[in-house]
């Protein structure tokens, strides 16, 4: 591990901001289309969608609801998933995500995103936060290809070459412990498990180090840094 940390990488999804609000938004412009559609209350719809997904998990929550319904067409699930694909999120960051990049760019320390999942979904996420303007660089790991998705170390490369600094130089903060920390920890960059929501702390968790929220990114990580 390097002295001297130069770089700090950030997932987004349940780091920068709460993704539950993605989805709650994404189901309201579903519940707007349903409801323009065939003619039913898009507040009943909105709930029937939560209730589905708090039961039984994402994966088949628009086909629960039509076979539920009646309403059941192949088509019109994926009418349902492009709505909630192409919406403009109404979603936030974090108020400690903006105070940890603020403080972090104040230091001179440079700032990037790494984010798996559909890329022009993921670009309507970063449109709506408003943090384009706050970081550096935004590696969208599906513009290489979804066999790159994490945990390929393929991302953590190309951030730091951009960067033109090595690998060891950088700490990459994530929350899911599946996925977020074996690529940085296979080129020998510092992981930082952020411990919230469901993503507790595990024995099987890989990261470095583990914080419960943003906020001690500086003192702790940067500041205090144990190796440097």
């Not at 559609?37 to 629960?64: C, P, T, Y």
């Amino acid at each position: 591990m390097s002295d001297t940390i130069k770089a700090v990488l950030f997932d987004l999804d349940d780091t920068l901001y709460e993704e539950m609000t993605f989805v709650r938004s994404g189901f309201h412009a579903v519940s707007r289309h349903m409801s323009d559609k065939f003619n039913i209350n898009k507040a009943e719809v909105h709930l029937s969608l939560m209730d589905i997904l708090s039961k039984q998990g994402r994966g088949r929550v628009f086909d629960e609801f039509l076979d539920h319904s009646g309403l059941y067409s192949s088509q019109t699930v994926d009418e349902m998933v492009e709505v909630y694909r192409s919406h403009k999120p109404d979603i936030r960051l974090n108020p400690e995500a903006i105070s940890t990049l603020k403080g972090l760019r104040t230091m001179g320390i440079k700032l990037g995103i790494i984010t798996d999942g559909l890329c022009s979904v993921q670009k309507n996420k970063v449109r709506a936060l408003g943090i384009k303007e706050l970081v550096d660089i935004i590696i969208y790991t599906d513009e290489i290809g979804k066999d790159y998705w994490k945990p390929n170390r393929i991302a953590f490369l190309l951030a730091s070459k951009s960067f033109s600094i090595e690998p060891c130089e950088a700490t990459y903060i994530g929350n899911d412990p599946a996925k977020d920390f074996a690529g940085p920890n296979s080129v020998g960059m510092q992981s930082v498990h952020l411990c919230k929501n469901k993503h507790c702390m595990e024995e099987s968790c890989q990261a470095s180090i583990h914080i419960a929220s943003l906020d001690e990114v500086i003192p702790n990580i940067i500041i205090k840094n144990p190796n440097r």
